[in-house]
């Protein structure tokens, strides 16, 4: 990203020029400085980062949208492709990142249960029990690969993208087009918690999370 914004890498001030004229969240900008310090530390060099050893960027805390139940399932039955459709359905039943689930293979599915072997964000890996409805759909899928979903993240999110914008401009609700591939794990957080009457512990086993602080 810093390169085609037009940052030279070899210099760290015109890095630290591009980063600070680009019109994005402070969050992006501390994740545009970690990476190219991973890219100083692989040549062996390092810079003055902008603010100093206290990062002049942080995090911005936001209020998540969690959608309800019934927008969610009206997304996955709005697509016409059978692969989106199990994809979303999937990341409902396992309540898994939307990045942890594109690698599950056919030998993670066996009978109702999914395993993630792939975790992301650093959680955990874990099985879950998902319902036959979802079995059904998976099994309806081409096997052309050892991954269930035999595409790319960036192609799965193009063609939701699509797929939301429809339904929301039919159903005449804008809320739809707020929904993120991600809500239906933060739906599911919020399910988890409703249930267990907001156990914190029983949500991090659950969402596969190793600190409880998240």
Known sequence: TLVHLGA??????????????????NGTKVQ???????????????????GGRKLKYHQEENI?????????????????????????????????????????EWNDVLDRQIAIRHPVKDHRPRTLEVSEKLIAMINMLPHTSNRVFDCSYNSMLTVFVK??????????????????????????????????NGNPITVMKMLGIRNVTN
């Open 8 to 25: 030279n890498l070899e210099d760290p001030e015109s890095v630290k020029a591009t980063i600070a004229a680009h019109v994005v969240k």
């Open 32 to 50: 545009y400085c970690y990476s190219y310090e991973a890219y100083l530390t692989m040549q062996n060099k390092t810079w003055n980062r902008p």
């Open 64 to 104: 998540i949208y969690i959608p309800p139940e019934d927008h969610l399932d009206q997304l996955i039955a709005a697509t016409n492709s059978k692969r989106l459709a199990t994809y979303l359905q999937t990341l409902k039943e396992t309540f898994t990142d939307p990045g942890e689930a594109i690698p599950i």
């Open 163 to 196: 797929v939301r914008r429809r339904l929301a401009t039919k159903t005449q609700n804008q809320r739809i087009n707020r929904i993120e591939l991600r809500s239906y794990r933060h739906w599911a957080g919020t399910k988890i918690a409703e249930l267990s």
